[in-house]
């Protein structure tokens, strides 16, 4: 089963277009570390230095820790680190923002 988690995350002021010019090519690696560690997709919106992430991946979690320490994730990292307001420390342990609702399936 496929889980979708929400996170925000936060800029650094005048962050932003290093981070739209960073994020507009992923390196061959992590593309290839995420997809391996189960991520299905992620997705980000930015609205000024406001980052929101819409991921699919198989266990968030096992996710998280698998990529940890992982050879192509962690200069990635360390690079965002400089862009973000608050860096992600990877641990694993959040579970993302909360769902608080959703448009229920119409009929098929």
């Given amino acids: 089963m496929t889980e979708t988690i929400a996170l925000h995350t936060r800029l650094k002021a005048g962050a932003e277009e290093e981070y739209d010019r960073v994020h507009a090519v992923i390196p061959v690696e992590l593309d290839g ?35 940890a ?24 342990d959040d579970r993302g923002i909360p769902l608080v609702w959703a448009l229920p399936l119409g009929p098929a």
């Fill in 33 to 67: 570390a995420l997809r391996e560690a189960g991520v299905r997709s992620w997705r980000i919106w930015r609205d000024g230095t406001d980052l929101f992430h819409l991921v699919e991946v198989d266990d968030y979690r096992a996710m998280r820790h698998r990529l």
């Fill in 69 to 92: 320490d992982h050879p192509a994730n962690v200069p990635w990292q360390a690079r965002m680190a400089e862009l973000l307001d608050v860096p992600d420390d990877y641990s694993g």
